[in-house]
């Protein structure tokens, strides 16, 4: 069996920099883990499937479940990445489905830090599109809903700034040496 590196987590609502700033950090050279939500979207859009949070919330989390253990192994060194299994949880709590049993039995503890760099939405950036058709005004109960989650699973969340992507990227890399390094 690969041995997985624990992951740092960027979490957030839709549309608040999360993928910018993986992006942005990857170009610094840390291996990052990108977002499997919007390609579980967009993949379910191209077959016409219904996989989408918005359609059909639980064939979107089971199928989010399952690429984040195939990328968990296809990338075991990368060492942050955009969301984590706690969001799919959230999420299925926000939109009142059950929590199915392997993830509710799932043990974060081999995958994840306990360090959550969390991005609540921010209005200058937000941009619908067609993998994020919800308004902006939506983004904050559902950032609530997914910072309660962190929470209750004793994740420590560490706020991002809403400032430049470069400066995200300086905040970032300054709290990895005071945890990891």
Request: with cysteine; charged share 25%.
């Amino acid at each position: 069996m690969v041995e997985i590196n624990k992951k740092f987590i960027i979490s957030g609502p839709p549309g608040s920099g999360k993928s910018t700033l993986i992006s942005a950090l990857e170009a610094t050279g840390i291996e990052c883990l990108k977002e499997v939500s919007r390609d579980v979207i967009i993949a379910e859009q191209n077959s016409g499937s219904d996989g989408m949070p918005w359609e059909n919330m639980e064939r979107f989390a089971k199928l989010v479940f399952d690429e984040t253990l195939i990328r968990f192994q296809k990338q075991p060194k990368s060492l942050i990445c955009d969301r984590s299994l706690i969001d799919t949880m959230a999420y299925l709590e926000f939109a009142n489905k059950p929590i199915f049993d392997e993830l509710k039995n799932f043990d974060f503890t081999p995958y994840y830090h306990r360090t959550v760099f969390f991005a609540l939405p921010w209005s200058h950036i937000y941009v619908k599109d067609p993998q994020r058709p919800e308004p902006f005004e939506h983004q904050w109960s559902l950032s609530n809903k997914l910072i309660a989650y962190y929470k209750n699973h004793n994740f420590n969340i560490v706020y991002l700034p809403f400032t430049s992507i470069a400066s995200r990227v300086d905040f970032i890399i300054n709290n990895l040496k005071d945890i990891y390094f």
